[in-house]
């Protein structure tokens, strides 16, 4: 079969404009979460958990777990975004439709809702880095570096994301995904412990092919002004990941809906 | 179709503007052009964007203009009052044209090689039962839906080649309502405009503008949720006219709605029709058809079975008058004796006769019919009897 490399323009940002319009519509909400979270988990998890764990390779615990907490909110921030609430767009709302029949083509509208995914990533990052550095527990101005990161990181879960959106049946299998890839990966990528603790096997998987691990090795590097590790391995791993499954999503997007 | 609206609606080459200048025009009449020519086409003497020019030809060849505003720009439409310029002047190409259209899902041929053409100016219906393919027809023309096989060109230009070209002057009445719930009524005139790069100056101000035309000023910053179902359909139509289209796709425009939107709605497309746009439409309510297509053609099983207008179909298929009465084995006989055709529906038959008095005053002077009905030929008429009455899914 005749493969089509999909070819988005730039009316994508016109899709990627609605939904930033829809955003800042109910800002009050959805600025919630960010400012929240790092707040809970910093003080449960990082301080009360803390002094039971102390220091880990030789770093506070709570500085420890700091750019974990960022990696896992670029992570879940734009996958949901690109499972979920693109699929309500495309299967409940029929936005897809609507917008298809202007100048829009799919491929516009798939990058449009990527491009979104990454900048939601990118928004609640900056959110949540605003709270970590009055907390005191990231160093500046390495830490700075996170907000473009976070736009690389988001593009990489969109795509990943957009992929289950687009084989899909319903927005119920959606939990697949959510439940044994995400959630896994949210507790077994060097976040809140090394993963040199785990079997051996286990740790090659994750550095080998975990998206979140890669996020967390770079975003750990930043925060904490060392780079660690597998810090320009995994830079390159996302980047060309996020521009595979960029297009791989965009291709499966375009066979389920042009029909 | 020239000489049937004694007005005639000629697009010169949609999308290069070419202007009157170029037309050979014989004959005396008026030409009314609205429209609007590109930028770098312009030349002095041409017309300019919102301006209407009424120029009368004083001797062949020789055209004189004046000015007029007029509300529809960005089309360059000739209006010909009198057919015979047109007929040895401008030659008049289809907005829309099919060659063979095959579109095929798995096995299931959903349209099986159907040949049309729509005119500029005119009110053009697809008709059919579900699954006749209709709404696939549609969606092709909307470059939505690639085809199987076979041709189609819109504005003279190629579905799968310009899509993107063809969709900047198409307005889109989809059958299944998809505003957008995350913005109210305003916003999703204005978000819409945004997606054909319209500024947002004007985009707002023809937004206002479309909110009066169907009458939703009063709902402009109400979400979408809060709208009754005619008001729905209604900004759907405007959000269809916002790109100032000069083709719009209507798939069932009035499917749910109760009579009083139903008018409102006729009388909105028929406004639209008269400024000059081409309209494309798919409808089941037959009386519908009938009021505002100038042609139409009626689809079975992805074949288009009948092509033409409305009165000429009627009078075709089902004649000018029908009979109805009482089905009774003795007016069966009757009826055959007189050699009149007829069709058997339940209780009752139905008697296809150009001389209708002649057979009901038979049926009522020898047969004992019971009751006998005589009534105008309609289009359902037609349609019933070209598709039959087996329920579809």
Not at chain 1, 8 to 15: E, G, L, N, S
Not at chain 2, 291 to 308: A, F, P, S
Request: hydrophobic share 45%; proline share 6%; glycine share 8%.
């Amino acid at each position: 079969m005749h493969i089509m490399i999909p070819r988005p323009t730039w009316y994508a940002w016109k899709v990627w404009r609605r939904n930033w319009d829809v955003f800042f519509k109910t800002y009050r909400v959805n600025f919630l979460p960010p400012f929240v979270e790092p707040v809970l988990y910093l003080l449960a998890i990082g301080y009360g958990l803390g002094i039971f764990v102390g220091e880990i390779e030789g770093i506070p615990y709570v500085h420890y777990i700091a750019p974990a907490l960022l990696a896992i909110s670029m992570m879940n921030s734009s996958f949901f975004e690109c499972t979920y609430s693109s699929f309500v767009r495309m299967y409940y709302q029929k936005t897809f439709d609507a917008m298809i029949s202007t100048p829009l083509s799919i491929e516009d509208v798939i990058a449009g809702e990527l491009l979104w995914g990454a900048t939601r990533s990118l928004i609640y990052a900056t959110a949540m880095l605003v709270v970590l550095v009055a907390f005191g527990v990231v160093s500046l101005p390495s830490s700075l570096l996170v907000i473009p990161f976070s736009f690389l990181a988001g593009l990489l879960f969109s795509g990943i994301a957009m992929c289950f959106t687009a084989i899909t049946p319903g927005i119920d299998t959606l939990n697949y995904p959510a439940f044994l890839f995400i959630t896994p990966m949210f507790l077994f990528s060097g976040t809140f412990f090394p993963l040199s603790v785990l079997p051996e096997a286990l740790q090659v998987f994750a550095i080998g092919v975990l998206p979140l691990a890669q996020v967390v090795t770079v975003t750990r590097s930043l925060t904490l002004a060392t780079p660690l590790p597998f810090f320009f391995y995994s830079l390159a791993w996302i980047a060309s990941c996020a521009t595979v499954f960029f297009f791989l999503s965009i291709y499966l997007m375009k066979k389920r809906l042009v029909v | 179709m020239c000489g049937e609206l004694n007005r005639v609606y000629c697009l010169a080459s949609p999308l290069s503007h070419q202007t009157v200048a170029g037309a050979p025009v014989v004959g005396r009449g008026v030409i009314y052009i609205y429209g609007e020519v590109e930028a770098d086409q312009r030349k002095p003497g041409y017309p300019s964007p919102a301006h209407q020019m009424v120029g009368k030809n004083k001797g062949a060849g020789h055209l004189s203009f004046t000015r007029k505003k007029v509300d529809f720009t960005e089309r360059v439409l000739f209006r010909v009052n009198n057919p015979s310029i047109t007929r040895k002047g401008l030659p008049v190409k289809p907005i829309i044209e099919g060659r063979g259209l095959r579109k095929e899902f798995g096995t299931l041929k959903a349209v099986d090689g159907i040949t049309f053409s729509v005119m500029p100016g005119e009110v053009f219906g697809f008709l059919g039962p579900n699954g006749a393919g209709k709404t696939t027809t549609m969606k092709m023309i909307e470059c939505v839906a690639p085809a199987t096989s076979g041709i189609l060109t819109v504005f003279g230009l190629d579905v799968n080649r310009d899509p993107r070209r063809i969709k900047r002057w198409l307005g889109v009445v989809p059958q299944e309502t998809n505003l957008d719930p995350d913005f109210t009524t305003l916003e999703n005139l204005l978000v819409y405009a945004r997606y054909f790069g319209i500024p947002a100056a004007e985009a707002r101000q023809r937004s206002e503008e479309l909110l009066s035309f169907v009458q939703l000023s009063e709902k402009r910053d109400v979400p979408i949720e809060k709208l009754s179902g005619g008001m729905k359909r209604r900004l759907i139509l405007a959000r269809a006219l916002v790109n100032s289209p000069r083709l719009l796709v209507l798939d069932e425009p009035t499917i749910g709605l109760d009579p009083q939107a139903r008018h409102l709605m006729w009388e909105k497309l028929k406004t639209l029709q008269a400024a000059g746009n081409t309209i494309v439409l798919t409808t089941h309510y037959l009386e519908e058809a009938e009021r505002l297509c100038n042609r139409l053609v009626i689809m079975d099983h992805g074949k288009i079975l009948v092509e033409g207008a409305p009165g000429d179909l009627v009078r075709q298929y089902a004649g000018e008058d029908v009979i109805e009465a009482d089905y009774t084995p003795r007016v069966v006989r009757c009826l055959e004796e007189i050699g009149a055709r007829f069709e058997v529906h339940g209780d009752m038959v139905q008697v296809f006769s150009d001389r209708p008095k002649e057979v009901a005053t038979r049926l009522l002077s020898d047969c004992n019919p019971g009751r006998v009905f005589v009534r105008r030929g309609s289009l359902e008429d037609v349609f019933l009897s070209l598709t039959g009455r087996a329920l579809r899914d």
